[in-house]
């Protein structure tokens, strides 16, 4: 019967010893186990085999009265021959079988590592994805306001401050947006939902933005664009990440485009909130970077908050849309590309893993 002390386990021993890599270890410590215990055994029949040699020595020198010693040293020599053939054997095979045994352990956890964090990367890319499918019907939803309509049909002071008002309520129910924007025709900004806190952006050109020439090229309410992530001059610099539709007439789905409605998501807190909610043990956190990538592999999100829009990622995909692979230093890259979600399809982004070895 154990004793209460003998039958408690600490946890950090239980955690230790349920890693998968515990395997490789135990493999290699066998194999080093076994090489020295055959050393030591050759380093004793070599012992042996000169006290037999020494014994035949004496026992030629003693004439016939050291024959039957010389049948016994003969006899310790022929054993320790034998002996050594075993270590040897022993050696080749079991040396051997511990070395295979290493090699498939680390390809086996190396193959569960990297689909544990492909996993991880995909649930961060779909995550963000669920998040920016929120943004594409809000902004369609909000360019069908009355407020908004009116504002864009007609933008009297009245309407643009009646607009502004609007804009600001749906703010302050929406944390997530930075600012929301009308524009009209021309690509004059004449509304926004929080000009106290940004009062350059009232007023000003936007027609020269991608996303309020494509916005305005929609063919119908039912498109939106989305634009990359970066940082906006009219808000203080900030990271957004910018959702925009035409306006239309009526607020019909098929009305004359009367100008622009356009979101701006604070991007920067959302994802940080994301790739720093990805599920590692400390130890794992501590070498591992969790990433999202736009299409060109830059990156728009870190959890140790590096290469923010600037560092590009050499991720190597090889066409596939999530794999798994190790870099020349021996890092893990895991990486799964935008899924998509419901009608929003993606910007073709990528969730990312790059995880260092394990110091040993």
């Given at each position: 019967?154990?004793?209460?002390?003998?039958a408690?386990?600490?946890?950090?021993?239980?955690?230790?010893?349920?890693?998968?890599?515990?395997?490789?270890?135990?493999?290699?410590?066998?194999?080093?186990?076994?090489?020295?215990?055959?050393?030591?055994?050759?380093?004793?029949?070599?012992?042996?085999?000169?006290?037999?040699?020494?014994?035949?020595?004496?026992?030629?020198?003693?004439?016939?009265?050291?024959?039957?010693?010389?049948?016994?040293?003969?006899?310790?020599?022929?054993?320790?021959?034998?002996?050594?053939?075993?270590?040897?054997?022993?050696?080749?095979?079991?040396?051997?079988?511990?070395?295979?045994?290493?090699?498939?352990?680390?390809?086996?956890?190396?193959?569960?590592?990297?689909?544990?964090?492909?996993?991880?990367?995909?649930?961060?890319?779909?995550?963000?994805?669920?998040?920016?499918?929120?943004?594409t019907?809000?902004?369609?939803?909000?360019?069908?306001?009355r407020?908004?309509?009116?504002?864009?049909?007609?933008?009297?002071?009245?309407?643009?401050?009646?607009a502004?008002?609007?804009?600001?309520?749906?703010?302050?129910?929406?944390?997530?947006?930075?600012?929301?924007?009308?524009?009209?025709?021309?690509?004059?900004?004449?509304?926004?939902?929080?000009?106290?806190r940004?009062?350059?952006?009232?007023?000003?050109?936007?027609?020269?933005?991608?996303?309020?020439?494509?916005?305005?090229?929609?063919?119908?309410?039912d498109?939106f664009?989305?634009?990359?992530?970066?940082p906006?001059?009219?808000?203080?610099?900030?990271?957004t990440?910018?959702?925009?539709?035409?306006?239309?007439?009526?607020g019909?789905?098929?009305?004359?485009?009367?100008?622009?409605?356009?979101?701006?998501?604070?991007?920067?807190?959302?994802?940080?909130?994301?790739?720093?909610?990805?599920?590692?043990?400390?130890?794992?956190?501590?070498?591992?970077?969790?990433?999202?990538?736009?299409?060109?592999?830059?990156?728009?999100?870190?959890?140790?908050?590096?290469?923010?829009?600037?560092?590009?990622?050499?991720?190597?995909?090889?066409?596939?849309?999530?794999?798994?692979?190790?870099?020349?230093?021996?890092?893990?890259?895991?990486?799964?590309?935008?899924?998509?979600?419901?009608?929003?399809?993606?910007?073709?982004?990528?969730?990312?893993?790059?995880q260092?070895?394990?110091?040993?």
């Open positions: 019967m154990l004793n209460a002390s003998a408690r386990v600490s946890p950090e021993v239980e955690v230790q010893d349920a890693d998968p890599e515990t395997i490789v270890d135990l493999a290699e410590q066998v194999s080093a186990l076994t090489r020295q215990k055959v050393a030591d055994i050759r380093a004793i029949t070599g012992r042996t085999k000169v006290l037999a040699l020494n014994a035949l020595i004496e026992a030629a020198r003693a004439g016939n009265a050291g024959r039957g010693f010389s049948v016994v040293a003969a006899e310790v020599k022929a054993i320790s021959g034998e002996v050594e053939m075993v270590a040897q054997h022993l050696e080749a095979e079991l040396v051997d079988q511990a070395q295979r045994l290493e090699s498939l352990g680390r390809r086996i956890i190396g193959q569960m590592r990297g689909d544990r964090l492909i996993d991880l990367a995909l649930n961060a890319i779909e995550i963000i994805d669920r998040n920016l499918y929120e943004r019907c809000d902004v369609r939803w909000w360019a069908t306001d407020a908004v309509v009116d504002c864009a049909a007609d933008p009297t002071p009245e309407n643009c401050r009646y502004a008002e609007r804009l600001g309520v749906i703010l302050g129910a929406y944390t997530v947006y930075l600012d929301l924007w009308v524009a009209d025709a021309e690509g004059r900004v004449i509304a926004t939902g929080r000009a106290s940004y009062p350059r952006a009232v007023g000003a050109p936007v027609a020269n933005e991608p996303w309020f020439r494509q916005a305005m090229a929609c063919r119908s309410g498109e664009v989305a634009a990359d992530v970066a906006c001059a009219l808000l203080d610099g900030a990271a990440a910018t959702y925009a539709t035409a306006i239309r007439e009526g019909r789905t098929h009305g004359a485009p009367l100008g622009v409605i356009a979101v701006h998501f604070d991007w920067a807190p959302q994802a940080q909130t994301v790739v720093d909610g990805v599920r590692m043990t400390p130890e794992e956190r501590q070498r591992t970077r969790v990433l999202l990538l736009d299409a060109r592999h830059r990156v728009i999100a870190a959890s140790d908050r590096k290469g923010l829009l600037e560092e590009i990622v050499p991720l190597e995909t090889g066409g596939a849309a999530r794999g798994s692979y190790r870099d020349a230093d021996g890092a893990t890259i895991s990486f799964a590309l935008t899924p998509g979600y419901e009608t929003y399809r993606g910007l073709g982004w990528y969730g990312c893993i790059i260092q070895p394990r110091k040993r």
